[in-house]
Structure formats: C-alpha cells, structure tokens
C-alpha cells in the first residue's frame, strides 16, 4: 500500500434500546456556537378532557357518552420532540448531499413496482 494512503474500515453497532421514532416534521436553526440544532417531532390531537357516559343501572348499557374537550372550537395539536440533534455546518452540507441522494433515488422509483419487503412476487406500494 501506498506510503501516502490509510486505510480505515468504519464499522457500525446499532444501541439495542435506540428508538425508531415517527417524524412529522422539523425545527431549530441556528445556535449561538454556529451549529445547526434540529428539533424533530412528530404531532398528534390532544385527547380530550374527559369522556362523561350515562350508563344504565338494569342492564349496564351506555346510553350517552360525551366527550369533554377544553375548547371545543378548536382542535388541540401537540408537537412531541421525538429527538434533538446538533450539528456542525459540515456535518449540514453532508446530510443534505445524502437527503438529496435518497429523494433522487425515491424519484427514479416513483411508479415502479417494488417487491414487498415480505419476499412474496406481489408489487409493493408505489412510492
């Protein structure tokens, strides 16, 4: 091997307890240390205050149930943040290579008729 040249083999080992979070969307910016901080939630509708049911005493059956938001004009959206990452600039341009290299590719198979992930000749979902 050349004199000039190292070799490294970049190994990967996957935390056992590491979630797979649902992602919906994305905040952040810029922090004061010049790094990019991303806030990554996912969103679902708040459940409501309290369910109130009239249940009969012969027989045990509901005979009404109510459901008891706080605002019943409007409904209620909760951001949960799944996960928090920071990166540097370099770190930025390198993902958004690869994010760009990923949605070509979803791009190339847009239409296509993918093989299920189950092994079976049945056409997977179309992308």
């Known amino acids: 091997m050349d004199d000039h040249v190292t070799k490294y083999i970049l190994k990967f080992r996957r ?15 810029v922090n004061p240390m010049g790094e990019i901080e991303l806030n990554f939630f996912s969103e679902s509708e708040d459940l409501p205050d ?3 049911r009239l249940v009969s005493n012969a027989d045990g059956a509901v005979l009404s ?15 949960n943040i799944v996960s928090r990452i920071v990166v540097t600039y ?3 341009q390198a993902i958004k290579a690869w994010l760009d290299e990923q949605i070509k590719v979803m791009d190339d198979l847009a239409g296509a ?12 979902p179309k992308q």
């Open 15 to 29: 935390d056992p307890d590491l979630p797979l979070p649902l992602v919906h969307g994305v905040f952040g910016g």
């Open 50 to 52: 309290r369910v109130e």
């Open 65 to 79: 149930e109510d459901v008891i938001a706080s605002d019943p004009e409007a409904r209620h959206v909760t951001r």
């Open 90 to 92: 370099a770190t930025a």
């Open 113 to 124: 008729d993918l093989p299920s992930l189950f092994g079976d000749a049945s056409p997977g």
